[in-house]
């Protein structure tokens, strides 16, 4: 890096993938000696505890009766020019088009005596759900167009924003990372009542929203747990954990399936686990299934998106078609009645995870990348 870097890194602070990927970014590239601001409506989840050359700057938004709904997107532009005075911003790196990147672009505006530019990263429902939306399509394909530099985390993802948008500009591909040091395998050090040595542990992580496929989920490990004692651990929370919960009572499976709601620190969780699980209708990318192979956990997903960039069928895990719950639940049975085959599955997955997508090698794509668009 030939100077120091002040960024400006706008996310939601949530446990969704954007927000995480957000926050290990940042705190990798203070790490390396840049400066970094995170602008959200509340700390990032992964953000703990002091950090050097890490500030946090809150958003706030008043609510007065003549609006609708509180005007969140204006509060963030005048939080991102106060922050970019304040500290004197090189770039805005904003993930998510809408809002973040719409008004990273309005606080450019107002900054009339300066230029200062913007980053959007495309993590993904906000090109495959929100994007297409009519009341939204034609702000997102503003919001990509006008900033100085676009990424998304994966190539199928460059497909579908291509195809929804007709975009003539360049895009980089840069894929999610894993802090491969803290993901690893190692010695169990979690103790929990779905540890039993007669039992097998599955494990699904998502935010619970009907694209993460619950019910495929309930489904597979049904088939599952028929042909291997097995314990399902859910983690997270989201609209469909109700669902998921009349699920497991309908099934007759409440003593087979643990609710952990969220956690912040799961990879204390990945040494646990046997098999992760994610049939997902689309997945952009697939972080948690990345997460997982770094700890050496076979992971079965979904064939749809950019997972088939992520997981090598047949050699880190397996990929097949969410709709195929016995498919799936027969490739997680035969792993799992197979030691000598987990332990091959599961040191490949941890080396295409240090090989591939170990945050140094791909922070260090986006300080590139940076370096270019600042000329």
């Known amino acids: 890096m030939s100077r120091r870097i002040k960024v400006g890194m706008v996310c939601y602070p949530s446990h969704g993938g954007s927000g995480i990927v957000a926050t290990e970014l940042g705190l990798a590239l203070a790490a390396k000696g840049c400066e970094v601001h995170f602008i959200s409506y509340a700390p990032p989840v992964r953000l703990k ?7 946090f700057h809150q958003v706030f938004t008043d609510n007065y009766p003549v609006f609708h709904h509180p005007p969140y997107t204006l509060s963030l532009a005048s939080k991102i020019v ?9 770039l805005v790196h904003a993930h998510y088009a809408v809002p973040h990147a719409t008004c990273a672009l309005l606080a450019r505006q107002m900054l009339e005596d300066r230029s200062l530019k913007t980053v959007t990263t495309l993590h993904g ?16 394909r503003f919001s990509i167009q006008q900033s100085d530099g676009v990424t998304v985390v994966s190539r199928w993802l460059l497909e ?7 975009l003539g500009r360049d895009i980089e591909v840069i894929p999610n990372f894993v802090d491969t040091q803290r993901f690893a395998p190692r010695r169990r050090a979690f103790d929990g009542p779905f540890i039993t040595p007669e039992r097998k542990v599955i494990m699904h992580a998502s935010n619970f929203r009907k694209v993460k496929n619950i019910p495929g989920v309930i489904g597979v490990f049904r088939n599952i747990c028929e042909a291997v004692p097995s314990n399902l651990v859910l983690v997270g929370e989201g609209p469909e954990i109700a669902h998921a919960r ?11 399936v643990y609710f952990l709601g969220i956690q912040d620190a799961i990879e204390e969780l990945f040494p646990c686990v046997d098999l992760l699980l994610l049939p997902s209708e689309h997945e952009s990318f697939g972080l948690v299934a990345l997460e997982a192979m770094s700890c050496g956990v076979p992971v ?25 719950h016995q498919g799936m639940a027969r490739w997680a049975i035969d792993l799992l009645r197979d030691p000598g085959r987990w332990t091959e599955v599961s040191r490949a997955a941890r080396a295409r995870a240090v090989q591939g997508f170990d945050e140094s090698r791909i922070v260090d794509r986006y300080l590139a990348y940076y370096e270019s668009i600042l000329g």
């Open 246 to 256: 009349e699920l497991v009572r309908l099934h007759g499976l409440d003593r087979d």
């Open 300 to 324: 079965i997903a979904t064939d749809r998106g950019g997972t088939r960039e992520v997981v090598e069928s047949g050699v880190t895990g397996f990929l097949s078609d969410p709709s195929d």
């Open 125 to 140: 429902t906000d090109i495959t759900l929100v994007g297409v939306q009519p009341s939204f399509h034609t702000v997102v």
């Open 49 to 55: 505890g002091y950090a050097e050359n890490v500030q």
């Open 160 to 166: 579908r924003t291509i195809e929804a948008f007709g």
């Open 82 to 90: 106060e922050v970019a005075e304040l500290h004197d911003l090189d």
